[in-house]
């Protein structure tokens, strides 16, 4: 029974949202919201610039350490708690971690392995 009534509110919450939001907004259209916000500066340029494929790798890879410094945090924490398995399970997370840092530093050819 609990399950069907969050079933049911997970599907009229965002149905309700949607339509409630199509018939209170307003249709006034402003010349200022259909320019580029830039910490209210008026844009000058083209903002169509080409970002070099790097940078996306830096960032993708400083988001999945930011997340798996939360779960190291989390595991060295309650370490001396764990299991014999759940250390070796951790100590393989952090395997793998290092197995594609090493790949992705190779490819960047930043490292020589």
């Given at each position: 029974m609990g399950v069907a009534v969050f079933v049911l509110v997970a599907l009229l919450f965002p149905t309700l949202a949607f339509l409630l939001s199509r018939y209170i907004r307003?249709?006034?259209?402003d010349p200022r919201g259909e320019t580029t916000y830039e910490c209210g500066e008026e844009p000058m340029g083209d903002?169509?610039?080409q970002f070099h494929f790097q940078y996306?790798?830096?960032a993708i890879i400083f988001v999945a350490f930011d997340l798996v410094t939360v779960f190291?945090?989390?595991w060295a924490l309650a370490f001396s708690d764990l299991s014999?398995?759940?250390k070796v399970y951790v100590i393989m997370f952090l395997g793998i971690l290092?197995?594609?840092v090493a790949y992705a530093?190779?490819?960047e050819e930043i490292i020589w392995i």
């Open positions: 307003t249709d006034r259209h903002a169509q610039i996306y790798m830096y190291i945090l989390l014999q398995l759940a290092l197995v594609g530093l190779k490819k």
